[in-house]
């Protein structure tokens, strides 16, 4: 804006550096209606309609319009949109349950909420002329996934049939990994890794047996000797290394693993580039890659905590399927 310039009290996010994932959310929302509307959604006998199919379009709908309901939402692609209805006839209340899935850069609570919010008020229109004592309570979010949060869950609770439908946060249970850092200054002492840590954190986690964290110098020989000796020693299903993918002079990661490999997967660090493009606009230098080394998966992730996090987020989905699939493959771990 030129000329006189306002103090702006208000704005939208700008999201547009963020990585598009899986997003999810359910939410819930009830309305009592007494035993007379009750019975006549129940039994179908309203004037207008079928009150339980006509909530679960117009939450369809609901969910859609969300951005033009609600000023600061983001305008979502929605995959998917569904809704479910739980009726009590001790207590003549209608529980919505509204699920709204994406694939963008932001989360659809607000839109599982909203589809709620006019599921429920559907209902009320539909009843109102049969019982105009109605009420709407307990509208909440339940579930969110996707993005860097992760999985949310309401602390007060959710029905176990959700629950069921939960990621797996034990996706790398009864999985060894190792956790190999390459770094002159940490080695010598002179700084305390960050990287190694948080990776021992995030596999940790995971439910991962860590069988080996080390700390090395950028130094080829004692990289090849160090990861060799693991995956035939130790024989993990995941070994993880932290830093020497740049293109620099001494970073020799990935010139070693293309060496002792007994099966580059490439594809792996072009997907982690790709990925990667959402944070920085200077991943495409980075040598991220990925190999077999026996029956060993090695992934060599740059060496910034920042990175590491980053690269975490976008393999974390699909590492333990990743791992599964190998297994199939036949490299069973003795």
């Known amino acids: 804006m030129r000329g006189n310039k306002r103090v702006q009290n208000f704005k939208m996010i700008d999201v547009g550096r963020k990585r598009p994932t899986h997003r999810r959310a359910v939410a819930s929302g009830m309305i009592s209606l007494g035993r007379a509307a009750y019975i006549a959604v129940k039994e179908n006998k309203l004037p207008k309609g079928d009150a339980l199919v006509l909530a679960e379009i117009a939450g ?170 693991i995956c035939r020693n130790q024989q993990p299903h995941l070994l993880v290394t932290s830093g020497g993918t740049g293109p620099g002079p001494r970073d020799m990661t990935p010139d070693v693993l293309s060496r002792v490999s007994d099966r580059m997967l490439d594809g792996f660090g072009d997907m982690l580039r790709h990925e990667s493009l959402y944070y920085t606009d200077t991943a495409w230098l980075s040598r991220m890659t990925a190999c077999m080394i026996g029956s060993t998966l090695v992934i060599a992730l740059p060496g910034s905590p920042k990175a590491v996090q980053e690269c975490w987020d976008i393999i974390s989905p699909f590492l333990g399927t990743a791992l599964d699939k190998i297994i199939k493959q036949g490299f069973e771990v003795k």
């Open 60 to 229: 369809i709908a609901g969910a859609k319009n969300t951005p033009s309901q609600i000023l600061m939402c983001h305008s979502l692609p929605l995959d998917q949109v569904t809704l479910h209805s739980e009726l009590d006839d001790n207590n003549y209340t209608i529980t919505v349950f509204a699920q709204a899935v994406a694939f963008a850069k932001t989360g659809v609570e607000m839109e599982a909420l909203a589809a709620v919010h006019a599921a429920l008020l559907t209902i009320w229109d539909l009843t109102k002329g049969t019982e105009p004592n109605l009420k709407i309570s307990d509208i909440k979010l339940l579930v969110k996934t996707g993005g860097r949060s992760g999985v949310w869950v309401n602390p007060d609770g959710i029905p176990p049939w959700l629950e069921e439908q939960l990621p797996q946060q034990s996706f790398l249970q009864g999985k060894k990994a190792a956790v190999v850092v390459m770094s002159d200054r940490a080695s010598r002492g002179e700084y305390t890794d960050e990287s190694g840590v948080l990776l021992n954190k995030f596999l940790s986690e995971a439910d991962a047996d860590i069988v080996v964290y080390k700390v090395i110098p950028d130094e080829q020989i004692e990289i090849e000797k160090t990861l060799v000796d």
